[in-house]
């Protein structure tokens, strides 16, 4: 058999070359944990922000690659090259860009408009490149080298091996 290189066999390396989650199910996640940013900040205040901002950043190292949003919407984050469990490396690099969002507004006097502003294009940019990317990667991926998979998926590959 010939490798054709306008069509590359993908089934060794599957998530190197396709989408791998719904889109829709990953913004689900990412609302259910920012609900939960959201919710500590109203309730505790300033130290409910804070926990909200640790949450934020550490969230996909807890339970196995999976904050609560993603264990909700049964989501993973794995490593981009295997689908062992991140760490909190991994985890606050890929939330950078989210947590750079949300510490915004305690700027004085233009914290509010910079959150709007840049909030919103970084939002954008990030909503963009998952449903571009082939891969469906958003900046957090890309700078966390992470990858978002069915948790179901590698519950099945682990049952394999």
């Known amino acids: 058999m010939t490798m054709d ?3 590359p066999d993908t089934s060794a390396t599957p998530h190197r070359h396709r989408r791998e989650t719904d ?3 990953r913004l ?12 500590l900040a109203r309730l505790l205040g300033t ?4 926990a909200g901002i640790l949450y934020l950043a550490a969230g996909d190292a807890l339970w ?3 904050s609560v949003g993603k264990r909700v919407m049964d989501l993973k984050v794995v490593p981009q090259d295997s689908a062992a469990h991140i760490g909190l490396r991994h985890s606050v690099l890929r939330n950078l860009p989210v947590i ?3 510490v915004l507004p305690a700027i004085p ?9 840049l909030g919103m294009a970084l939002s954008l940019a990030e909503v963009y490149l998952v449903l571009t990317d082939p891969q469906g990667h ?14 179901e998926a590698v519950r099945h590959e682990d049952q394999l091996h």
């Open 109 to 117: 006097l233009v914290g509010w408009l910079l959150f709007i502003l």
């Open 138 to 151: 958003r900046l957090g991926d890309i700078l966390g080298q992470t990858r978002v998979v069915s948790a």
């Open 47 to 50: 130290l409910g922000a804070a």
């Open 100 to 102: 750079l969002v949300m």
């Open 5 to 7: 290189p306008r069509h």
């Open 23 to 25: 889109p829709g199910r």
């Open 64 to 66: 196995s690659g999976m």
């Open 28 to 39: 689900v996640a990412k609302l259910l944990d920012l609900a939960i940013y959201g919710l």
